[in-house]
């Protein structure tokens, strides 16, 4: 069993940061890409920023040149740094991570709240 643990979320004001994590553990498997999602209320659940097994990312519109991600193999972690934050961003921002035979992990979800 895969277990990804999210971390990083809270309230923050309009133009504020904020760095998500996601540490993946369990059993042995290999990592193709890792990714964060998001899910605001009313609203299906969308990609903001994915990483594969290399150094290629994409992003979605929304995040380009606010936001970055970066990955720690070693520690099968993804990154998130949130910048200049919008109220339009809160939303659960959830983790993902697919391994090489194409299965997709998801994390419980982090709440990310930023007021106006």
């Known amino acids: 069993q895969v277990q990804l643990v999210e971390s990083g979320g809270g309230l923050v004001q309009a133009g504020g940061s904020l760095r998500l994590s996601c540490a993946a ?10 990714g964060w999602y998001r899910q605001a209320p009313g609203q299906q659940r969308e990609l903001v920023a994915r990483i594969n097994s290399g150094i290629i ?3 979605a519109d929304s995040a380009k ?14 990154y998130l740094q949130m910048n200049s ?14 391994d090489s035979y194409g299965m997709d992990y998801w994390g419980k979800g982090t709440m990310v709240t930023v007021s106006s």
């Open 57 to 59: 990312t994409n992003y």
């Open 25 to 34: 553990s369990g059993r042995a498997f290999s990592i193709n890409a890792m």
């Open 65 to 78: 040149g606010r936001f970055s991600i970066s990955r720690d193999n070693a520690k099968n972690t993804v």
């Open 85 to 98: 934050l919008k109220p339009e961003d809160t939303a659960v921002y959830y983790c993902n991570v697919r």
